[in-house]
């Protein structure tokens, strides 16, 4: 038990930490690089289309870039969940 609460408490601590550490640096994303290199190597490019919604802030984004992951995770594993289950009703009635 006592291990159980050390190990949690190292867990948490990992977890929390990195919020209070001060690292002056700024979140960006893959997109934001690339476009600036893509600048960088062609000025002239221009985009085949554009955006069929653009968020209002970055927080937004962020928002609607976790909600589709989370969406997709949650889709993965009802379909293992699914399967797992069949699979266990399936060997019950041999």
Known sequence: MKKTLILLSLVAALCIIPFFIEHGGEYGGAD???????????PDYTPWFESFYEPASGEIESLLFTLQGSLGTAVIFYIFGYYHRSRKDHDRNR
């Open 32 to 42: 934001g690089q690339a476009e600036a290199q893509i600048m960088e190597i062609a």
